[in-house]
């Protein structure tokens, strides 16, 4: 089974953090995803890579950069975590030419 | 239906009856277009997709219909069972480099 693996659960910053967000999947899948979800709003696509060292804006960059050094794994840095960054966070991956995304369980970050 | 704001549109449906979903998209040159079902505590899990040449597409117990004109995708569920409860996304992913965006998501209730 695919798997994708992101690094905490739950986390709980401050107002001016540097955070990161990790996510690994084991399926070679040359997409991977950051999404953000808010109630009533969905999941908004931040960031997304198609490749190593490739990295594409989504809806929503504002606040957050991305970092894809090996094929396996997808960061997501907020470079000063701020309140209306709490949020749940989904990455995703998806191989190339493939519709269906495979994604990790989610990690919940509050800022305070 | 799907709607812009902050509610989350719910459907309530009896046990055994058929459940239908509905979404308006806005990219015309989106390639794919794709449901996934996301139950309470999960990332959202893949479904079914229909190709943008395709008008329908089955799976088993669900259907995905697409209008193009109107631009508006519809999945039904037959025979809905409790397990299918969740929020249910459409998602379209256009080409290039694949980026995939959803809407907002509709709420399913089974009732017993």
């Known amino acids: 089974d695919v798997k994708v693996t992101q690094s905490s659960r739950y986390l709980v910053k401050r107002t001016g953090e540097k955070v990161f967000l990790e996510c690994v999947q084991d399926m070679d899948h040359e997409n991977m995803f950051w999404y953000r979800q808010d109630p009533g709003l969905g999941l908004r696509l931040i960031y997304f890579s198609y490749d190593v060292k490739m990295k594409e804006k989504g809806d929503i960059p504002e606040g957050y950069s991305v970092s894809r050094e090996k094929k396996e794994r997808f960061s997501l840095i907020l470079e000063s975590a701020s309140t209306n960054q709490t949020s749940m966070y989904l990455c995703?991956?998806?191989?190339?030419?493939?519709?269906?995304?495979?994604f990790g369980q989610g990690t919940r970050l509050t800022v305070v | 239906g799907e709607s812009v704001g902050l509610h989350l549109p719910t459907l309530s449906v009896q046990e055994g009856d058929n459940s239908i979903i509905n979404c308006a998209y806005s990219?015309?040159?989106?390639?794919?277009f794709i449901w996934y079902k996301q139950e309470s505590g999960k990332g959202p899990q893949f479904i079914i997709d229909?190709?943008?040449?395709?008008d329908k597409r089955q799976g088993q117990r669900v259907t995905v219909l697409l209008n193009k004109t109107v631009k508006h995708l519809s999945l039904q569920i037959a025979a809905t069972q409790p397990g299918d409860s969740a929020v249910y996304f459409c998602a379209e992913r256009t080409g290039g480099y694949q980026k995939v965006t959803f809407g907002i998501g509709t709420k399913l209730q089974v009732i017993p």
């Open positions: 229909i190709r943008s040449n395709m």
């Open positions: 995703a991956s998806s191989p190339s030419g493939q519709s269906e995304a495979f």
């Open positions: 990219n015309s040159a989106s390639d794919y």
